[in-house]
């Protein structure tokens, strides 16, 4: 029988899903690379092809590395497509999406998510208040259309990606007014126990550490330990108000970006029910999977930061040791040939990830800010607060997907991507139990919006370029 199965579908061109893809395709794999975006690099590289030097004089060094890799992908064999946003997958990897707006399914024999990360929500009182923006929104306008704040900005939060901005804007010549960082110097040597292992990554720990020099060397205005943080005003932010080493602040600010790091993006892996457990360390829900990235469903692995944050650099690796056990699935590669070719990839991950417990414990975002008071809103899309859902655990509710009826909570445009988290602490917190107890919400398809029409007239998608698409069977 005539097999028309791709051999792998890797949903992600990031730095997990063009390593593997790249990995796939020596081994003699057929890759289809399914994304969303329009031209390859994930985050990290977010348009790296084609941005102008000015703006990557402006990102820097590690935003330019990735140029090579993009452009191996894009001489590969691999089938690259971009604009394809993935809206269900099966657990038989039979992949729906949707390309420039028109209905497409493929069938996979094996499946590699790496969807990557979000940014952790930040709901503080004020949050929702036009002029308030996350950090990686504000880097997403600046990668994919060079566009910069007009006027002088505040970041407030924890974590690199808050720095690494701040940076970014002072090279593009942007003023930033004050560093607000949820962080403090003490944070530093309460971790000291995990500073010898972190020592192994210590290219990682320097990077932060020279960041923050630089932004001291142009003068900005660095708060630590910043608590009570609310953003003040009518129409939209006039102030970011907050308390600091004992001290109260108001500052005056029309532009302000959140940030208190990034969690993975789990919506595929929650749709298709593999396993999940709670992470105490990254304070959010991570698939099981083994080490190579399969998932607790034969067939489905997740590589990067999809699966755990551990950055661009662990998540490549990751892709590549995944890659080599769908190869062995496939029987490209027999086992002895599995081990010799994933050890070095096992050494480099090692390095990559020793530094990782360390930055998890340095960047923890702050309760305060994760678990919010009762008038902040939490469910952006339905505008349900916090005190609505402690009200809805006093009537009985159990976990996140039960707000959904007593509120709407987590049913509008985003599927409670927004909110999942904040959502499972603050059930947690009120019920007195911890977040693995109360759940998630239980993700179903459409993960993103489809038309009953696109629905109808969904196709076949035909991974080799030459023939036309096939009517899907129904
Ligand atoms: C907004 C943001 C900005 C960041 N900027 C930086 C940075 O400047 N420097 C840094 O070191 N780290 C940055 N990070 C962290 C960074 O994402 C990672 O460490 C690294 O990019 C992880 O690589 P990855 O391959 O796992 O995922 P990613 O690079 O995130 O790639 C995932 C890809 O999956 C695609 N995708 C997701 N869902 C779907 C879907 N349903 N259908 C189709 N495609 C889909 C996305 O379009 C994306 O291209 C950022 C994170 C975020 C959230």
């Known amino acids: 029988m005539n097999d028309s199965r791709v051999d792998v579908i890797i949903i992600g061109a990031g730095p997990a899903g063009i390593s593997a893809a790249l990995q796939a395709s020596s081994l003699g794999l057929a890759v289809v690379l399914l994304d969303e975006q329009s031209s390859p690099g994930g985050q990290i590289w977010r348009n790296v092809a084609q941005a102008d030097a000015r703006t990557r004089q402006v990102l820097g060094s590690d935003y330019t590395a990735g140029q090579k890799l993009v452009e191996a992908l894009l001489a590969s064999d691999v089938r690259y497509q971009p604009n394809a946003a993935v809206w269900q997958v099966t657990e038989e990897c039979r992949v729906h999406f949707l390309l420039e707006g028109k209905a497409r399914v493929l069938q996979g024999r094996q499946l590699l998510i790496a969807t990557g990360a979000m940014e952790r929500p930040m709901p503080i009182p004020g949050w929702t208040l036009p002029g308030v923006m996350t950090a ?24 690199p990606l808050l720095y690494l901005l701040a940076v970014q804007y002072l090279r593009a010549g942007i003023r930033v007014q004050a560093l607000v960082d949820t962080g403090a110097l003490r944070d530093l040597f309460s971790h000291w126990r995990q500073l010898r292992q972190a020592l192994a990554g210590w290219r990682d720990l320097l990077k932060g550490v ?4 630089t932004l001291k060397r142009a003068g900005v205005r660095h708060y630590r330990g910043a608590r009570q943080l609310r953003v003040q005003g009518g129409q939209r932010a006039e102030a970011l108000c907050f308390d600091s080493e004992g001290r109260s602040h108001t500052l005056g600010a029309a532009l302000i970006l959140l940030h ?19 992470s105490e360390q990254q304070l959010c829900w991570v698939a099981r999977r083994d080490s190579w990235g399969e998932t607790s469903l034969p067939g489905i692995f997740i590589a990067g930061d999809g699966g755990a944050i551990g950055g661009a650099n662990a998540a490549a690796t990751e892709g590549r040791l995944a890659a080599l056990a769908i190869a062995r699935r496939l029987q490209k590669i027999d086992d002895s040939s599995l081990q010799t070719l994933a050890k070095p990839w096992r050494r480099l991950l090692r390095k990559q990830c020793a530094a990782r417990p360390l930055i998890d414990a340095l960047y923890r975002p702050h309760a305060q800010n994760r678990v919010p008071e009762d008038g902040t809103i939490v469910c952006r899309c339905e505008e349900v607060s916090a005190g609505a859902i402690r009200g809805y655990v006093d009537l009985g509710c159990l976990g996140p997907n039960q707000t959904k009826a007593f509120g709407r909570c987590g049913m509008g445009p985003c599927q409670g991507r927004q909110c999942g988290l904040s959502v499972t602490e603050i059930i947690a917190e009120h019920r007195n139990v911890p977040p693995a107890q109360v759940g998630y919400y239980r993700i179903r398809p459409p993960l993103k919006p489809i038309t009953l029409a696109q629905l109808a007239s969904e196709l076949e998608f035909e991974s080799s370029t030459s023939s036309t698409p096939q009517r899907s069977p129904t």
């Open 136 to 159: 990686g929104a504000g880097q997403i306008l600046l990668k994919g259309a060079a566009l910069v704040p007009q006027g002088p900005v505040i970041l407030a939060g924890c974590g």
């Open 260 to 278: 208190q790091g990034v969690v993975p993006s789990t919506h595929i892996s929650q749709a298709l029910r593999a396993e999940h457990q709670w």
């Open 210 to 213: 020279s960041l923050l020099a």
